[in-house]
């Protein structure tokens, strides 16, 4: 009887118990991990900042707005991998992960759509992830 007990609520309330612990120490790791912020009031008129002690120039080459496709440009010396995800502050917009490809050794570029909110706010974070180093450049659109 115990055991029957133990299968029917007990494994899967440590089931249950076990992904609500995961979830809380994922959102506090994602709220306690530092990334840094590029200042970068217009990404159309290019962005430009170091990471390892190389230049890193960004570039959105068409105004970014929700639902439109647009190309992000990545030019840096050296990198084996470029990948970027947008949100916004607050708010989960969903799996958005984009993978950037090489033109160039030297120049990396993706077609992207910015996701859209529901309350009409147009203020996105692109989280570039360049060899596992991130960066959050704010803008708006």
Avoid at 24 to 51: E, M, R, S, V
Avoid at 73 to 79: P, Y
Avoid at 127 to 140: C, H, R
């Amino acid at each position: 009887m115990k055991s029957n007990w133990l299968l029917k609520y007990g494994f899967p309330l440590l089931i249950i118990g076990i992904a609500v612990v995961g979830g809380i120490y994922q959102g506090w790791q994602h709220q306690h991990q530092h990334t840094p912020q590029i200042a970068c009031p217009d990404p159309l008129k290019n962005c430009l900042f170091q990471l390892n002690r190389q230049a890193v120039h960004v570039e959105f080459l068409a105004p970014p707005s929700g639902l439109h496709p647009f190309i992000l440009r990545v030019q840096l010396a050296h990198a084996q991998k470029i990948n970027a995800h947008f949100t916004m502050r607050d708010m989960e917009m969903g799996y958005n992960q984009y993978r950037l490809l090489p033109l160039s050794p030297q120049l990396w570029q993706a077609k992207v759509v910015l996701p859209v909110c529901v309350t009409g706010r147009h203020d996105w974070i692109l989280t570039l992830e360049i060899d596992d180093q991130k960066v959050e450049i704010p803008f708006t659109g």
